[in-house]
T-cell receptor, first 116, second 115 residues
């Protein structure tokens, strides 16, 4: 079974801090994603990576960056955390297999980040 | 632009009653459609998916969904709801494109189950 592990379930950080959210998958998936989930807004894509060292901006990349140095690990970085980045962050991975579109996303359990 | 609409933000049903969660999509080509469920404090889990073929698809936990092209809908159903089905449900459509694709999610429907 695919396992996507997010290193922290809860994080509390101060405004202006640099924050790292880590995600590791164990199934050699090519694609990895970072979403942000807020009540009433659903899931919004921040960044995704279709392979090692590859990344593309999603719908709301401002204030975030990502790193994918190894295939299994995809990190989300908040360069200078702000209170409006308080949210639930979800990581997901997917194999490409052909077009990749028929492969479902596998999600981690999320990291709830509070910025004070 | 592609979009997914879940018209119901919150639904409450009695345990044992039937359930239908609505999903409408806007997409020019043949869609790839998914339903995910999120239990409190958890990530999302795939319930079922549709790519082609039989328009009625079966998923896990007794759920099914029917693709209706004429109505641009992919509604999720369950004949008899259990208390453990209380969760948030997300419909999603996969985009086809050179960037390996991406899912567009609806905003979710929260399901409450009355004893």
């Amino acid at each position: 079974d695919v396992k996507v592990t997010q290193s922290s379930r809860y994080l509390v950080k101060r405004t202006g801090e640099k924050v790292f959210l880590e995600c590791v998958q164990d199934m050699d998936h090519e694609n990895m994603f970072w979403y942000r989930q807020d009540p009433g807004l659903g899931l919004r894509l921040i960044y995704f990576s279709y392979d090692v060292k590859m990344k593309e901006k999603g719908d709301i990349p401002e204030g975030y960056s990502v790193s994918r140095e190894k295939k299994e690990r995809f990190s989300l970085i908040l360069e200078s955390a702000s209170t409006n980045q308080t949210s639930m962050y979800l990581c997901a991975s997917r194999t490409t297999g052909g077009t990749g579109l028929n492969s479902p996303l596998h999600f981690g359990n999320g990291t709830r980040l509070t910025v004070t | 632009a592609q979009s997914v609409t879940q018209p119901d933000i919150h639904i409450t049903v009695s345990e044992g009653a039937s359930l239908e969660l609505r999903c409408n999509y806007s997409y020019g080509a043949t869609p790839y459609l998914f339903w995910y469920v999120q239990s409190p404090g958890q990530g999302l889990q795939l319930l079922l998916k549709y790519f082609s073929g039989d328009t009625l698809v079966q998923g896990i936990k007794g759920f099914e969904a029917e693709f209706k092209r004429s109505q641009s809908s992919f509604n999720l159903r369950k004949p008899s709801v259990h208390w453990s089905d209380a969760a948030e449900y997300f419909c999603a459509v996969a985009l086809y494109g050179g960037s390996q694709g991406n899912l567009i999610f609806g905003k979710g429907t929260k399901l409450s189950v009355k004893p």
